[in-house]
């Protein structure tokens, strides 16, 4: 059974932290690995990965896939209380589904 | 921006009864999904819908759910005679490509359906 598991489930940092998010997967035909952030309702993307050891950045954020070890980490440096979040590793496999782990829920103290 | 939309953003309804949830996707994707959240629990995949033919569904998509793009904007979940266990937020997404093609899904606000 294809599954994705995150690590840990939750974690209290304070402003100007850093955090590391793991994602795990064993899934069969594997296409991509995506990051979502669910502040309250709908998952917004983050970043997309394919390939392995290639980072992928955005502001604070980044992310690599590491395909041989079937995982993937999310780092946020500088953390802001607006980092305050659940999120969200999804992987897509086959063509047509996109499998989701339980979320990372993040709070970040003032 | 382009954004996926649903409506409404809030259904209850009595158990027995017939819904249908609503979603207008992006208007150049052609790859449209159904997950839903219980509250507390993962995101899970209802089904997936290309080429007005569903693709993939999973085990929870049973004989009671049901998917259709009536017109060119539109892509509906109905769920025709609801449970208590229904009661979930619903998310529509939708994604320009698939296939072996990568690509994101974005999704949208999300209809929470509550079964009373």
């Known amino acids: 059974e294809d599954k994705v598991v995150q690590s840990p489930l939750s974690l209290v940092v304070h402003e100007g932290d850093t955090v590391t998010l793991n994602c795990s997967y064993e899934?069969?035909?594997?296409?991509?690995l995506l990051w979502y952030k669910q502040e309250k309702k709908a998952p917004t993307f983050l970043f997309m990965l394919?390939?392995?050891?290639i980072e992928k950045k955005s502001g604070r954020l980044s992310s690599i896939l590491d395909k041989k070890e079937l995982f993937s980490i999310l780092n946020i440096t500088a953390t802001q209380t607006g980092d305050s979040a659940v999120y969200l590793c999804?992987?897509?496999?086959?063509?047509?589904?996109?499998?989701f782990g339980t979320g990372t829920r993040l709070k970040v103290l003032a | 921006e382009p954004e996926v939309t649903q409506t409404p953003s809030h259904q209850v309804t009595q158990m027995g009864q017939e819904v249908i949830l609503r979603c207008v996707p992006i208007?150049?994707?052609?790859?449209f999904y159904w997950y839903r959240q219980i509250l507390g629990q993962k995101v899970e995949f209802l089904v997936s819908?290309?080429?007005?033919?569903?693709?993939?569904k999973s085990e929870i998509f049973d004989d009671q759910f049901s998917v259709e793009r009536p017109d060119g904007s539109n892509f509906t979940l109905k769920i025709r005679s609801t449970k208590l266990e229904d009661s979930a937020m619903y998310f529509c997404?939708?994604?320009?490509?698939?296939?072996?093609?990568?690509?994101?899904?974005?999704f949208g606000q999300g209809t929470r359906l509550t079964v009373v």
């Open positions: 997404a939708s994604s320009e490509a698939g296939g072996i093609v990568n690509t994101e899904a974005f």
């Open positions: 899934v069969t035909n594997f296409r991509s």
């Open positions: 394919t390939s392995s050891g």
């Open positions: 999804a992987v897509r496999a086959g063509t047509y589904k996109y499998i």
């Open positions: 208007s150049n994707h052609l790859y």
């Open positions: 819908f290309y080429n007005n033919e569903i693709s993939e």
